[in-house]
């Protein structure tokens, strides 16, 4: 549990780089709740605290390998590689943003990094993946796809199909299966009878793992070894990765239904912290580049902010581009 | 030059237009519940499967999400799916892959990507189907902007349509009557024999009311109008064909010959096709009108089992003939 050794096919510059996101991603989501007002929307779902399982995952993968996201998808979208200040013109609706203004932060995308985005909807990237694993499938592609869901979204009806369909096809799917302990104030012990959601993956033909998601090295080496196994036709995985969401469900929710005691354990096992003093330990960074990465991210974050701040709004005169590839002529317009 | 034709059935020809176009292009594949060996619930993919194997004639498990999820994701990654679901009745467990994904996609990801998935529904009533097999959903796809609904009602634009919709770059869902299924007609076999969305068709030329009709009513409405030329009552039958988009041009310049409106629809009437086309017409071509426009839809009312009771609720020749007659 986050103390083992450090994967030695990972160099020096590869395990910083798992810092360097992690920490990118907490202080992107710690910027955007300084300014929750100025957002205006509500809907704003930050990923503090499960910042070791996108990073982890993503780190086992391609470039070109896909990722499936959800409503709460920042960390999923830095993680692949997106853009910082495309992600944060987004979230404040502007024409600079990755989806020019009109998704927003629950539909944060970026198809040329093989993000295929965030979704508003519970439940719903699970099945947009197994056609994206089927295509490179049947053309010899060779490219897997991590979906991210969560453990409430764990109980929909998709989840089944999905999980079914992908391990009868023999597809190459991995469900990351994001355990956060609550479906916005329903505790998930609440909500499921069992105690590990992997054991559902005996159900379906596929291997389960439930790992601790709050270390990013246990995170990256499950997911690398089920990526494996996709790869070489061996079909899906679900990984259960058991983590806490430290702030409320959105940016405004007062939060009331987790104690504070509850709150405050978890964030002692906070995996970027755990992951540094590893690092540290390992020899890979000292102080003074701990210094450094933490002053460059924050500038990374001050000009994000400012990009998204003096980026211009949406033309109002543009507001129907897109619903089709090339515009028609229908009843309503 | 004459074209090639060949008669053959509705579902005939819609077999033909995805066997070309599965020829065509590579990334084209069809799937869906029993549409391999069993050649599907109405037949129309029969034989496919022999010649393409089943990496690109797939058998689904039943799970309707999972499959226009499927379909939409591998579009999304380029390739041109083509998803059956068995009765359109069942659209109603997948609404989501349909209405928040595949429709949404291209907007809410500022047009980073589109979505190539042709989704075939047989719909409609004519097989003792009852409640749950016989539906006729279409007007709730008109209300979801991103999705392109085709409505065919005759054999040579099952495949003209149907190949225009595997091309097209946008999620279209594709409603094949029952009954039409079953209508033969001749059917142009040049393979890149394409008919253009938001094109009506003009089934017959006439000067005295305008029918719109949609799906079997097409045909109902033909025999209607064929019978009424022995009065000297010229009726005009347009078939919209595609209902997004929608060919108002044609719609609106009929009207404007005739001064009358009679829209025949196998959906219940409340917000049904035909009450927006009536809404159009009304908005935009208001000053044509010389008489009241009437609807003759399904009434609202879940369809029964019973052969007796099916026939009593759906619009036919004889109903359009009467009112028709009474608008006149
Ligand atoms: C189909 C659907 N139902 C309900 C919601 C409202 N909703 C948004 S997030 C959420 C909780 C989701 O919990 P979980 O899947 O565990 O993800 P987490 O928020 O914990 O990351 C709910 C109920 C929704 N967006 N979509």
Redesign the pocket.
């Known amino acids: 549990m986050n103390g083992g050794e450090l994967p030695k096919e990972l160099s020096s510059d590869e395990l910083i780089n798992i810092y360097k996101k992690m920490l990118l991603i907490r202080k992107f989501e710690q910027r955007i709740t300084k300014d929750f007002g100025k957002i205006k929307s509500p809907l704003v779902?930050t990923y503090t605290g499960e910042e070791a399982i996108a990073v982890g995952a993503c780190m086992a993968i391609n470039e070109d390998d896909y990722i499936t996201s959800?409503?709460?998808g920042h960390g999923h979208f830095i993680a692949k590689g997106g853009d910082v200040n495309s992600l944060m013109a987004e979230i404040y609706g502007k024409e600079g943003g990755i989806c020019k203004g009109r998704g927003g932060s629950m539909h944060v995308a970026d198809f040329s990094k093989s993000m295929l985005g965030a979704n508003?909807?519970?439940?719903a990237g699970p099945p947009l993946a197994l056609g994206v694993a089927l295509a490179s499938k049947m053309r010899n592609e060779g490219k897997v796809v991590l979906t991210f869901?969560?453990?409430?979204?764990?109980n929909?009806g998709m989840l089944h199909e999905s999980m079914n369909l992908a391990a009868a096809w023999k597809l190459p799917v991995i469900f990351i299966l994001?355990n956060?302990m609550?479906?916005?104030s329903t505790p998930f012990h609440a909500a499921t009878a069992i105690k590990d959601f992997s054991i559902r993956a005996q159900g379906y033909g596929m291997k389960g793992f439930t790992i601790d998601g709050n270390d990013v090295i246990e995170v990256y080496k499950t997911i690398k070894e089920a990526v494996d196994i996709a790869r070489n036709g061996g079909g899906p995985t679900l990984i259960e990765c058991k983590t806490y969401?430290w702030q409320g469900?959105t940016i405004m929710d007062p939060d009331k239904y987790r104690s504070p005691e509850e709150k405050e354990e978890w964030k002692n096992r906070c995996p970027i912290k755990a992951y540094k003093t590893r690092l540290i330990r390992g020899e890979i960074i000292d102080k003074v580049m701990i210094q450094e990465i933490e002053e460059m991210t924050l500038v990374k974050i001050d000009e994000s902010f400012k990009f998204a701040k003096e980026n211009k709004n949406p033309d109002p005169s543009t507001v129907l581009d897109n619903v089709y590839k090339k515009p028609i002529k229908y009843g309503g317009n | 030059m004459v074209e090639e034709t060949k008669t053959m059935r509705g579902l005939d020809a819609i077999r033909l237009a995805i066997e070309e176009e599965m020829e065509r292009d590579e990334s084209v594949f069809i799937m869906g519940e029993d549409i391999g060996k069993f050649g599907g619930c109405f037949f129309v993919t029969e034989g496919l499967l022999e010649k393409f194997g089943p990496e690109r004639v797939r058998d689904t498990p039943i799970s309707e999400n999972a499959i226009l999820g499927c379909a939409i994701g591998a579009a999304m990654a380029g390739m041109r799916p083509i998803a059956e679901i068995m009765f359109a009745d069942f659209l109603t467990v997948c609404m989501e892959m349909i209405v928040n994904q595949a429709a949404k996609a291209s907007y809410m990801y500022g047009g980073q990507i589109s979505v190539p998935v042709t989704i075939r529904v047989p719909f409609g009533t004519g097989i003792m189907g009852a409640a749950q097999h016989s539906q006729s959903f279409e007007s709730w796809f008109m209300h979801v902007p991103g999705l392109k609904v085709i409505l065919p009602s005759e054999a040579s634009d099952f495949k003209g349509l149907m190949k225009t919709a595997v091309r097209d770059d946008d999620p279209v869902i594709f409603f094949e009557n029952k009954r039409a299924y079953y209508l033969t007609g001749d059917v142009p076999l040049d393979k890149d024999f394409k008919i253009p969305f938001g094109q009506a068709r003009i089934f017959t030329e006439g000067d005295d009311v305008t029918l719109v009709a949609t799906g079997a009513m097409v045909q109902e409405s033909m025999i209607a109008a064929t019978k009424l030329t022995e009065e000297n009552i010229h009726c005009e039958v347009i078939d919209p064909r595609t209902l997004v988009p929608l060919d108002k041009k044609t719609i609106l310049a009929s009207v404007e010959k005739t001064g009358k409106l009679i829209i025949v629809d196998e959906g219940c009437k409340t917000c049904s096709v035909s009450a927006e086309i009536a809404a159009i017409v009304v908005e935009e071509g208001f000053q044509y009108l010389k008489k009241e426009i009437i609807r003759i839809n399904t009434p609202d009312v879940p369809i029964p089992y019973s052969p007796k009771l099916e026939k009593k609720i759906i619009p036919n020749a004889k109903l359009i003939q009467e009112k028709i007659k009474k608008l006149i």
């Open positions: 779902h959800t409503h709460r508003g909807i519970v439940g869901f969560g453990d409430g979204a764990a929909q994001e956060n609550y479906g916005w969401r469900q």
